[in-house]
């Protein structure tokens, strides 16, 4: 059984998102998914996400790709996560080829760099959805 690690935060899980996880357990039989917690979005990713933890590992627990969401708490447990899984490959989209934060797996397992979708990211949903924010007044029914 060939198993695949990936991580990520997967917040407002889109198209973008599903389709890395697809192409990610294409590349072996057994999908795990660490999953970025609330705590290391916050201190060292810089980012308040929309779904908190356990709500975004529901949704990821739900997709035919995905077989086991553990947490990612800090950038530093990738190698003991690559060992205690006996991980053979570790993928992550093209915005992370080349990174120090994964370059250095190569001595443990493969580390496959797959395209991102473009067009799509959760910045982008959470901006488009602000623009289109209901102006006050306006979804009043009228006298
Ligand atoms: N992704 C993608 N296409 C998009 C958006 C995201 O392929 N349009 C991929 C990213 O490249 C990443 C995964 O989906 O591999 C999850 O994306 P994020 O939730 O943004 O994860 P990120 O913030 O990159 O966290 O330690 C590594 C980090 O936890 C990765």
């Known amino acids: 059984m060939k198993r695949v690690l990936t991580y990520g935060t997967f917040d407002l899980l889109h198209y973008g998102h599903i389709r890395l996880l697809k192409r990610a357990k294409e590349q072996g039989d057994y999908l795990i998914v660490a999953l970025s917690t609330d705590e290391f979005n916050l201190s060292e990713k810089g980012k308040t996400t929309y779904h908190n933890f356990e709500t975004r590992k529901e949704m990821l627990e739900a997709l035919r790709y995905v077989d086991l969401v553990i947490p990612e708490k800090n950038w530093e447990q990738k ?29 443990y397992c493969d580390v496959v760099y797959l395209d991102r979708t473009s ?25």
């Open 79 to 107: 190698a003991d996560d690559v060992q205690n899984f006996f991980v053979d490959t570790v993928v992550m989209g093209g915005d992370w080829a080349g990174s120090t934060k994964f370059e250095y797996l190569k001595d």
């Open 119 to 143: 067009g799509v990211s959760t910045t982008k949903i959470k901006e488009e959805l602000k623009l289109h924010e209901p102006v006050s007044g306006t979804n009043q029914i009228p006298e």
